[in-house]
Protein backbone atom coordinates (compact mmCIF):
# COMPACT_ATOMS: atom_id res chain seq x y z
CA UNK A 1 0.00 0.00 0.00
CA UNK A 2 1.63 3.02 -0.97
CA UNK A 3 0.96 6.88 0.20
CA UNK A 4 -1.23 8.35 -2.47
CA UNK A 5 -1.09 12.11 -2.72
CA UNK A 6 -4.20 14.21 -1.27
CA UNK A 7 -7.76 13.95 -2.90
CA UNK A 8 -10.68 15.48 -2.42
CA UNK A 9 -12.86 13.30 -1.53
CA UNK A 10 -13.15 9.17 -0.80
CA UNK A 11 -15.56 7.43 -0.37
CA UNK A 12 -14.43 3.62 1.60
CA UNK A 13 -15.91 0.65 1.25
CA UNK A 14 -18.28 1.35 -1.66
CA UNK A 15 -19.89 -2.04 -3.58
CA UNK A 16 -20.80 -1.19 -7.33
CA UNK A 17 -22.15 -3.31 -9.60
CA UNK A 18 -18.65 -4.19 -10.87
CA UNK A 19 -17.23 -4.81 -7.65
CA UNK A 20 -19.30 -6.78 -4.95
CA UNK A 21 -16.12 -6.80 -3.13
CA UNK A 22 -16.28 -3.17 -1.38
CA UNK A 23 -13.48 -0.80 -2.81
CA UNK A 24 -12.65 2.91 -2.52
CA UNK A 25 -12.93 5.80 -5.23
CA UNK A 26 -11.14 8.36 -4.76
CA UNK A 27 -12.19 12.03 -6.07
CA UNK A 28 -9.83 14.76 -7.94
CA UNK A 29 -10.83 17.92 -9.04
CA UNK A 30 -14.65 16.85 -9.24
CA UNK A 31 -13.79 13.37 -11.74
CA UNK A 32 -13.28 9.95 -10.04
CA UNK A 33 -9.43 9.70 -9.90
CA UNK A 34 -8.37 6.23 -8.15
CA UNK A 35 -10.71 3.18 -7.77
CA UNK A 36 -8.97 0.55 -5.91
CA UNK A 37 -9.03 -1.28 -2.38
CA UNK A 38 -7.97 -0.14 0.85
CA UNK A 39 -6.29 3.15 -0.39
CA UNK A 40 -3.89 5.09 1.73
CA UNK A 41 -4.41 8.78 1.64
CA UNK A 42 -5.56 12.07 2.70
CA UNK A 43 -8.17 13.09 2.15
CA UNK A 44 -12.14 13.78 3.59
CA UNK A 45 -13.51 10.21 3.62
CA UNK A 46 -17.28 8.61 3.44
CA UNK A 47 -17.55 5.86 4.37
CA UNK A 48 -20.24 3.81 2.70
CA UNK A 49 -20.40 0.72 4.54
CA UNK A 50 -20.71 -1.97 1.75
CA UNK A 51 -23.52 -0.14 0.06
CA UNK A 52 -24.10 0.08 -2.87
CA UNK A 53 -22.79 3.08 -5.36
CA UNK A 54 -24.09 3.65 -8.31
CA UNK A 55 -22.80 6.73 -10.98
CA UNK A 56 -26.60 8.10 -10.93
CA UNK A 57 -30.32 7.17 -12.35
CA UNK A 58 -30.04 8.41 -16.16
CA UNK A 59 -33.68 9.33 -16.87
CA UNK A 60 -33.97 9.73 -20.89
CA UNK A 61 -37.49 10.54 -21.38
CA UNK A 62 -39.37 13.44 -19.26
CA UNK A 63 -41.82 16.00 -19.69
CA UNK A 64 -40.82 18.88 -17.18
CA UNK A 65 -42.50 21.26 -19.21
CA UNK A 66 -46.06 19.75 -18.28
CA UNK A 67 -45.62 18.27 -15.26
CA UNK A 68 -47.61 19.02 -11.86
CA UNK A 69 -50.76 20.15 -13.48
CA UNK A 70 -53.43 18.03 -11.50
CA UNK A 71 -54.74 20.94 -9.78
CA UNK A 72 -55.59 22.69 -12.85
CA UNK A 73 -57.10 20.08 -15.18
CA UNK A 74 -60.15 18.66 -13.17
CA UNK A 75 -61.18 14.95 -13.51
CA UNK A 76 -59.88 13.69 -16.60
CA UNK A 77 -60.10 9.92 -17.50
CA UNK A 78 -60.01 9.26 -20.76
CA UNK A 79 -57.19 7.91 -23.04
CA UNK A 80 -54.05 9.76 -25.34
CA UNK A 81 -56.23 12.07 -27.23
CA UNK A 82 -58.01 13.01 -24.23
CA UNK A 83 -54.77 13.89 -22.07
CA UNK A 84 -53.47 15.81 -25.21
CA UNK A 85 -56.56 17.55 -25.59
CA UNK A 86 -56.91 18.98 -22.18
CA UNK A 87 -52.90 19.98 -21.89
CA UNK A 88 -53.14 21.59 -25.24
CA UNK A 89 -56.16 23.41 -23.33
CA UNK A 90 -54.00 24.66 -20.80
CA UNK A 91 -50.79 25.35 -22.49
CA UNK A 92 -51.92 28.88 -23.50
CA UNK A 93 -51.70 29.75 -20.25
CA UNK A 94 -48.32 28.54 -19.13
CA UNK A 95 -46.13 31.33 -18.42
CA UNK A 96 -41.83 31.01 -18.16
CA UNK A 97 -42.27 31.42 -14.31
CA UNK A 98 -44.68 28.61 -13.93
CA UNK A 99 -43.43 26.40 -15.74
CA UNK A 100 -39.99 27.15 -14.01
CA UNK A 101 -41.84 26.79 -11.10
CA UNK A 102 -43.68 23.31 -11.62
CA UNK A 103 -40.25 21.90 -13.53
CA UNK A 104 -37.81 22.69 -10.37
CA UNK A 105 -40.51 20.85 -8.04
CA UNK A 106 -40.54 17.68 -10.70
CA UNK A 107 -36.25 18.16 -11.17
CA UNK A 108 -35.88 18.51 -7.16
CA UNK A 109 -37.80 15.29 -6.15
CA UNK A 110 -35.67 13.69 -9.42
CA UNK A 111 -31.75 14.61 -7.60
CA UNK A 112 -33.20 13.26 -4.33
CA UNK A 113 -33.72 10.23 -5.92
CA UNK A 114 -30.88 9.72 -7.06
CA UNK A 115 -30.76 11.09 -11.10
CA UNK A 116 -27.85 12.82 -12.57
CA UNK A 117 -28.53 12.91 -16.17
CA UNK A 118 -31.94 13.55 -17.87
CA UNK A 119 -33.69 14.37 -21.07
CA UNK A 120 -36.51 16.36 -21.07
CA UNK A 121 -39.05 17.13 -23.87
CA UNK A 122 -39.88 20.05 -24.29
CA UNK A 123 -43.27 21.48 -26.39
CA UNK A 124 -42.59 23.81 -29.11
CA UNK A 125 -45.82 25.28 -31.20
CA UNK A 126 -47.82 28.47 -31.57
CA UNK A 127 -50.03 27.89 -28.83
CA UNK A 128 -46.52 27.67 -25.98
CA UNK A 129 -43.98 29.48 -28.96
CA UNK A 130 -40.93 29.72 -26.97
CA UNK A 131 -41.65 30.13 -23.06
CA UNK A 132 -41.28 26.68 -21.92
CA UNK A 133 -38.15 26.17 -24.16
CA UNK A 134 -37.15 29.32 -21.87
CA UNK A 135 -37.86 28.00 -18.38
CA UNK A 136 -36.11 24.95 -19.11
CA UNK A 137 -33.11 26.53 -20.50
CA UNK A 138 -33.34 28.23 -16.92
CA UNK A 139 -34.16 24.87 -14.66
CA UNK A 140 -30.77 23.85 -17.08
CA UNK A 141 -28.35 26.32 -16.21
CA UNK A 142 -29.88 26.63 -12.35
CA UNK A 143 -29.80 23.11 -11.76
CA UNK A 144 -26.27 22.23 -13.47
CA UNK A 145 -24.84 21.52 -9.81
CA UNK A 146 -26.70 18.87 -9.99
CA UNK A 147 -28.08 17.33 -12.69
CA UNK A 148 -27.14 17.17 -16.32
CA UNK A 149 -30.29 18.17 -18.48
CA UNK A 150 -30.49 18.28 -21.95
CA UNK A 151 -33.05 19.69 -24.09
CA UNK A 152 -35.48 18.19 -26.71
CA UNK A 153 -37.94 20.26 -28.69
CA UNK A 154 -40.56 18.64 -30.05
CA UNK A 155 -44.10 19.63 -31.83
CA UNK A 156 -46.59 17.09 -29.83
CA UNK A 157 -49.62 18.68 -31.90
CA UNK A 158 -47.62 17.65 -35.21
CA UNK A 159 -45.81 19.59 -37.53
CA UNK A 160 -47.33 19.77 -41.02
CA UNK A 161 -50.65 20.50 -39.92
CA UNK A 162 -49.92 23.05 -37.55
CA UNK A 163 -48.85 26.01 -39.36
CA UNK A 164 -45.72 28.14 -37.60
CA UNK A 165 -44.56 25.06 -35.53
CA UNK A 166 -41.66 24.28 -37.51
CA UNK A 167 -40.11 28.18 -37.55
CA UNK A 168 -40.58 28.03 -34.15
CA UNK A 169 -38.46 24.27 -33.66
CA UNK A 170 -35.69 25.73 -35.73
CA UNK A 171 -35.67 28.74 -33.40
CA UNK A 172 -35.31 26.41 -30.50
CA UNK A 173 -32.55 24.57 -32.08
CA UNK A 174 -30.19 27.41 -33.04
CA UNK A 175 -30.73 28.54 -29.50
CA UNK A 176 -29.92 25.58 -27.29
CA UNK A 177 -31.87 22.53 -28.53
CA UNK A 178 -30.23 19.82 -28.08
CA UNK A 179 -31.93 16.97 -29.80
CA UNK A 180 -34.97 16.96 -31.62
CA UNK A 181 -38.10 15.53 -30.86
CA UNK A 182 -41.36 14.81 -32.95
CA UNK A 183 -44.47 12.53 -32.86
CA UNK A 184 -46.12 11.73 -36.13
CA UNK A 185 -49.00 9.81 -34.50
CA UNK A 186 -50.74 13.50 -33.94
CA UNK A 187 -49.94 14.80 -37.24
CA UNK A 188 -52.05 14.31 -40.37
CA UNK A 189 -48.89 13.61 -42.48
CA UNK A 190 -46.90 10.94 -40.23
CA UNK A 191 -43.94 10.51 -42.94
CA UNK A 192 -43.92 14.10 -43.31
CA UNK A 193 -43.73 14.81 -40.09
CA UNK A 194 -40.84 12.22 -39.70
CA UNK A 195 -38.90 13.69 -43.08
CA UNK A 196 -39.36 16.81 -41.72
CA UNK A 197 -37.25 15.71 -38.24
CA UNK A 198 -34.79 13.98 -39.91
CA UNK A 199 -34.05 16.83 -41.96
CA UNK A 200 -33.92 19.07 -38.91
CA UNK A 201 -32.00 16.58 -37.14
CA UNK A 202 -29.05 16.85 -39.96
CA UNK A 203 -29.09 19.69 -40.51
CA UNK A 204 -28.23 20.73 -36.77
CA UNK A 205 -26.38 17.66 -36.55
CA UNK A 206 -28.54 16.43 -33.01
CA UNK A 207 -30.18 13.18 -32.32
CA UNK A 208 -33.79 12.61 -32.59
CA UNK A 209 -35.86 11.41 -30.14
CA UNK A 210 -39.48 10.59 -31.42
CA UNK A 211 -43.35 9.46 -29.90
CA UNK A 212 -44.34 6.33 -31.99
CA UNK A 213 -46.22 3.61 -32.24
CA UNK A 214 -47.97 4.50 -28.90
CA UNK A 215 -51.69 2.01 -28.95
CA UNK A 216 -51.83 -1.39 -29.11
CA UNK A 217 -53.44 -1.59 -32.59
CA UNK A 218 -50.14 -3.91 -34.28
CA UNK A 219 -52.15 -3.55 -37.73
CA UNK A 220 -50.29 -0.27 -38.62
CA UNK A 221 -46.80 1.44 -37.41
CA UNK A 222 -44.30 3.99 -38.40
CA UNK A 223 -41.41 1.98 -36.98
CA UNK A 224 -40.52 1.00 -40.40
CA UNK A 225 -40.55 4.38 -41.81
CA UNK A 226 -37.98 5.61 -38.78
CA UNK A 227 -35.68 2.48 -39.23
CA UNK A 228 -35.72 3.78 -43.01
CA UNK A 229 -34.90 7.50 -42.30
CA UNK A 230 -32.28 6.44 -39.50
CA UNK A 231 -30.36 3.73 -42.22
CA UNK A 232 -31.15 6.80 -45.09
CA UNK A 233 -28.99 8.97 -43.02
CA UNK A 234 -26.37 7.21 -41.51
CA UNK A 235 -27.91 8.12 -37.84
CA UNK A 236 -28.02 4.92 -36.32
CA UNK A 237 -27.02 5.04 -32.73
CA UNK A 238 -28.25 8.20 -32.81
CA UNK A 239 -32.59 7.50 -32.95
CA UNK A 240 -35.05 6.53 -29.95
CA UNK A 241 -38.48 5.88 -30.00
CA UNK A 242 -40.60 6.16 -26.76
CA UNK A 243 -43.74 4.16 -25.49
CA UNK A 244 -43.89 1.35 -28.92
CA UNK A 245 -46.72 -0.34 -26.65
CA UNK A 246 -47.38 -1.40 -30.23
CA UNK A 247 -44.80 -4.11 -30.08
CA UNK A 248 -46.75 -5.22 -26.73
CA UNK A 249 -49.63 -6.37 -28.90
CA UNK A 250 -47.84 -9.07 -30.84
CA UNK A 251 -47.44 -12.68 -29.89
CA UNK A 252 -43.88 -13.66 -30.11
CA UNK A 253 -43.42 -15.05 -33.62
CA UNK A 254 -44.31 -11.58 -34.83
CA UNK A 255 -41.95 -9.92 -32.85
CA UNK A 256 -39.19 -11.12 -34.40
CA UNK A 257 -39.57 -9.21 -37.04
CA UNK A 258 -39.65 -5.39 -35.85
CA UNK A 259 -36.75 -6.49 -33.13
CA UNK A 260 -34.60 -7.31 -35.58
CA UNK A 261 -35.22 -4.65 -37.91
CA UNK A 262 -35.17 -2.12 -34.76
CA UNK A 263 -31.38 -4.03 -33.51
CA UNK A 264 -30.29 -3.71 -37.59
CA UNK A 265 -30.99 0.25 -38.10
CA UNK A 266 -29.59 1.06 -34.18
CA UNK A 267 -32.75 2.57 -33.45
CA UNK A 268 -33.27 2.37 -29.66
CA UNK A 269 -36.88 1.97 -27.33
CA UNK A 270 -37.93 3.51 -24.52
CA UNK A 271 -40.62 2.28 -22.58
CA UNK A 272 -42.32 4.77 -20.11
CA UNK A 273 -44.69 2.15 -18.00
CA UNK A 274 -46.95 4.68 -15.65
CA UNK A 275 -48.48 6.48 -18.95
CA UNK A 276 -47.92 3.29 -21.08
CA UNK A 277 -50.21 1.55 -18.30
CA UNK A 278 -52.08 4.50 -17.70
CA UNK A 279 -53.44 4.94 -20.96
CA UNK A 280 -53.38 1.74 -22.94
CA UNK A 281 -56.34 -0.74 -22.98
CA UNK A 282 -58.49 2.31 -21.97
CA UNK A 283 -61.30 0.43 -24.08
CA UNK A 284 -61.40 -2.79 -22.21
CA UNK A 285 -64.03 -3.69 -19.41
CA UNK A 286 -61.61 -6.30 -17.82
CA UNK A 287 -58.49 -8.19 -18.73
CA UNK A 288 -57.13 -5.01 -19.74
CA UNK A 289 -53.88 -5.39 -21.67
CA UNK A 290 -50.66 -3.90 -19.92
CA UNK A 291 -49.52 -2.24 -22.80
CA UNK A 292 -45.85 -2.47 -21.76
CA UNK A 293 -43.12 -3.12 -24.33
CA UNK A 294 -41.27 -6.15 -22.46
CA UNK A 295 -37.66 -4.04 -22.66
CA UNK A 296 -35.68 -6.49 -21.27
CA UNK A 297 -36.33 -8.92 -23.28
CA UNK A 298 -35.79 -6.22 -26.26
CA UNK A 299 -32.40 -6.01 -25.03
CA UNK A 300 -31.48 -9.56 -25.09
CA UNK A 301 -32.22 -9.41 -29.04
CA UNK A 302 -29.90 -6.34 -29.51
CA UNK A 303 -32.11 -3.92 -29.16
CA UNK A 304 -30.75 -0.86 -27.09
CA UNK A 305 -34.03 0.16 -24.10
CA UNK A 306 -34.08 2.27 -21.28
CA UNK A 307 -37.03 2.70 -18.88
CA UNK A 308 -38.16 6.11 -18.54
CA UNK A 309 -40.47 8.96 -15.69
CA UNK A 310 -42.35 10.33 -19.25
CA UNK A 311 -45.20 12.34 -17.29
CA UNK A 312 -45.87 13.54 -13.58
CA UNK A 313 -49.08 14.39 -12.39
CA UNK A 314 -50.80 15.53 -15.19
CA UNK A 315 -53.95 13.92 -17.73
CA UNK A 316 -51.13 11.57 -19.20
CA UNK A 317 -49.77 10.10 -15.85
CA UNK A 318 -51.39 11.57 -12.57
CA UNK A 319 -48.94 9.71 -10.73
CA UNK A 320 -44.81 10.10 -10.35
CA UNK A 321 -42.32 11.22 -7.95
CA UNK A 322 -39.42 11.12 -10.45
CA UNK A 323 -38.07 8.40 -8.70
CA UNK A 324 -36.14 5.97 -11.77
CA UNK A 325 -35.44 3.54 -8.79
CA UNK A 326 -39.27 3.36 -8.29
CA UNK A 327 -40.27 3.20 -12.04
CA UNK A 328 -37.17 0.32 -12.60
CA UNK A 329 -39.36 -1.29 -9.97
CA UNK A 330 -42.76 -0.69 -11.23
CA UNK A 331 -41.84 -2.32 -14.88
CA UNK A 332 -40.06 -5.30 -13.25
CA UNK A 333 -42.96 -6.45 -11.24
CA UNK A 334 -45.57 -5.89 -14.16
CA UNK A 335 -42.97 -7.14 -16.62
CA UNK A 336 -42.66 -10.33 -14.50
CA UNK A 337 -39.16 -10.40 -14.35
CA UNK A 338 -37.62 -13.09 -12.91
CA UNK A 339 -34.97 -12.71 -9.68
CA UNK A 340 -31.77 -13.03 -12.43
CA UNK A 341 -33.34 -10.62 -14.70
CA UNK A 342 -33.74 -8.04 -12.18
CA UNK A 343 -29.98 -6.83 -12.68
CA UNK A 344 -30.87 -6.24 -16.53
CA UNK A 345 -34.00 -3.97 -15.13
CA UNK A 346 -31.33 -2.08 -13.06
CA UNK A 347 -29.70 -1.79 -16.59
CA UNK A 348 -32.75 0.06 -18.03
CA UNK A 349 -32.67 3.27 -15.78
CA UNK A 350 -28.75 3.41 -15.83
CA UNK A 351 -25.79 1.92 -18.12
CA UNK A 352 -28.66 1.65 -21.54
CA UNK A 353 -30.30 5.10 -20.88
CA UNK A 354 -26.59 6.78 -20.63
CA UNK A 355 -25.90 4.88 -24.21
CA UNK A 356 -29.16 6.01 -25.28
CA UNK A 357 -28.24 9.77 -24.46
CA UNK A 358 -24.62 8.80 -26.09
CA UNK A 359 -23.29 9.84 -22.61
CA UNK A 360 -19.22 9.42 -23.31
CA UNK A 361 -18.43 9.83 -19.78
CA UNK A 362 -21.05 8.56 -18.21
CA UNK A 363 -20.42 5.78 -15.18
CA UNK A 364 -17.29 4.60 -12.35
CA UNK A 365 -14.82 4.77 -13.78
CA UNK A 366 -11.86 6.80 -13.63
CA UNK A 367 -11.25 9.72 -15.67
CA UNK A 368 -15.34 10.15 -15.12
CA UNK A 369 -17.09 12.64 -13.25
CA UNK A 370 -17.44 11.63 -9.75
CA UNK A 371 -21.66 11.67 -9.60
CA UNK A 372 -21.83 9.12 -7.69
CA UNK A 373 -25.13 7.57 -5.67
CA UNK A 374 -25.21 5.97 -2.59
CA UNK A 375 -28.43 3.25 -1.94
CA UNK A 376 -29.00 1.38 1.40
CA UNK A 377 -28.44 -2.36 -0.09
CA UNK A 378 -25.63 -4.31 -1.23
CA UNK A 379 -26.15 -4.97 -4.75
CA UNK A 380 -27.43 -4.02 -7.97
CA UNK A 381 -30.32 -7.25 -7.88
CA UNK A 382 -31.32 -5.79 -4.60
CA UNK A 383 -31.70 -2.51 -5.46
CA UNK A 384 -34.59 -3.63 -7.93
CA UNK A 385 -35.84 -5.81 -5.08
CA UNK A 386 -36.16 -4.19 -2.38
CA UNK A 387 -37.10 -0.32 -3.26
CA UNK A 388 -33.95 1.35 -0.86
CA UNK A 389 -33.58 4.67 0.15
CA UNK A 390 -30.92 6.75 -1.67
CA UNK A 391 -28.83 7.56 1.05
CA UNK A 392 -26.70 10.42 -0.30
CA UNK A 393 -26.04 11.77 -3.99
CA UNK A 394 -22.84 13.89 -5.18
CA UNK A 395 -22.25 15.47 -8.78
CA UNK A 396 -18.81 15.85 -9.58
CA UNK A 397 -17.36 15.53 -6.53
CA UNK A 398 -19.42 17.82 -4.40
CA UNK A 399 -22.51 16.83 -1.81
CA UNK A 400 -26.03 17.09 -3.46
CA UNK A 401 -28.35 15.96 -0.99
CA UNK A 402 -28.50 13.98 1.74
CA UNK A 403 -31.32 11.42 2.86
CA UNK A 404 -30.89 9.84 6.61
CA UNK A 405 -32.22 6.44 7.20
CA UNK A 406 -35.55 6.38 9.45
CA UNK A 407 -35.08 5.94 13.45
CA UNK A 408 -37.38 3.63 15.26
CA UNK A 409 -37.82 4.68 18.93
CA UNK A 410 -39.39 1.18 20.73
CA UNK A 411 -40.71 1.53 24.06
CA UNK A 412 -38.04 2.01 26.97
ZN1 LIG B 1 -43.18 11.53 -23.73
Redesign the pocket.
Known sequence: MNARPAFDLIFRNAVTRSSPTPIDIAVAGGKIAVIAPHLVCEAAEIDVAGRLALPGFVDS???LDKACLLGRCGHIQGGVSDAIRAVAAMKRDFTVEDVYARGSKVIERAIVHGTTRMRT?VEIDPRIGLRSFEAIKALKRNYAWAIDLSICVFPQEGLTNDLGAEELLIAALRDGGEVIGGCPYTDTDPDAHIETIFNLAQQFDVDVDL?LDFDLDPSWSHMEEVCRQTERRNYQGRVAI??ATKLSALPPDRLQAPTTRLAKSGVAVTV?PA?DLYLMGRDATHNIPRGLTLAHRLVENGVLCSVAT??VLNP?TPFGDASLLRMANFYANVAQAGIGEFDACLDLVTELPARLMNLRDYGIAVGNPADIVVLDTDSGPNAIAELPEVLMGFKRGRQVFERRRPTLFPPA
Open positions: HIHHHGHLTNNF
